[in-house]
């Protein structure tokens, strides 16, 4: 059976204490439109851990592995004492959503974030509670502003090229939010039901639960 660590861990025990000691919450940085529930993104834990474990001379790496389990990925996440070179790792086994790249990258993202927060003992906290103590995090991503037919507002500037392609549907708003995977996706409700063939043909599916269509940003 393979080993998870090194045969001494005293040193990068001391040096994982200490990062402990200063890690604060990763902020829920991202909404899932499905749930409606706020998670962290992988940005958000990286932001959160990564100038900590440099401080105290641990060596993040994660990386993919294969696994034996049909339909998956391994994820393999090690911590590394640079001066003593003792380590830990961790093997995180996924499945993958769909079989191609994107899946693939997915399933990864997915994964590094809840296999680092669970190595490193991570929580995460409202990004309500970071802006009241006067602290935003650089990676949070915000919903564009809607953009509706007839008195619609545009989309900043950074983001106009995410629903500019769109036709302009009267009742139905198009809204630019994070998926729990962590990939952008585009929403359109509102009055959507008579445009349904219009918006199957734009590549939207149907989600009955949150009576909306939607589809990834990045889709074809």
């Not at 970071?130 to 507002?153: C, L, V």
């Not at 639960?209 to 940003?217: H, L, N």
Request: aromatic share 6%; charged share 25%; proline share 5%.
């Amino acid at each position: 059976m393979q080993s998870d660590c090194s045969q001494e861990i005293k040193e990068l025990a001391k040096a994982l204490l200490n990062v402990q000691r200063q890690l604060q919450p990763a902020s829920k940085d991202a909404t899932n439109p499905f749930t409606k529930s706020k998670y962290a993104t992988l940005n958000s834990v990286m932001a959160a851990s990564r100038d900590v474990l440099l401080e105290n001379g641990i060596w993040l790496c994660q990386y993919p592995v294969p696994v034996e389990t049909e339909g998956c990925i391994g994820l393999a996440t090690k911590l590394t004492h640079v001066e003593s070179g003792q380590w830990q790792s961790s093997l995180a086994v996924v499945p993958l959503p769909k079989a191609d790249p994107q899946g693939m990258g997915s399933a990864l993202t997915y994964a590094r974030r809840y296999a680092l927060t669970a190595m490193l003992g991570m929580v995460t906290e409202d990004d309500d509670g970071e802006a009241a103590s006067g602290r935003k995090g650089s990676s949070s991503r915000q919903p564009s502003p809607r953009r509706q037919a007839g008195n619609r507002q545009e989309p900043a500037s950074a983001h106009r090229h995410e629903t500019d392609d769109l036709p302009a549907l009267d009742g139905v708003t198009y809204q630019r939010m994070a998926s729990q995977d962590g990939r952008e996706c585009i929403v359109a409700s509102g009055n959507t039901q008579p445009k349904k063939e219009i918006l199957s043909g734009l590549g939207f599916r149907w989600n009955a639960q949150r009576k909306c269509w939607w589809k990834y940003a990045d889709a074809v």
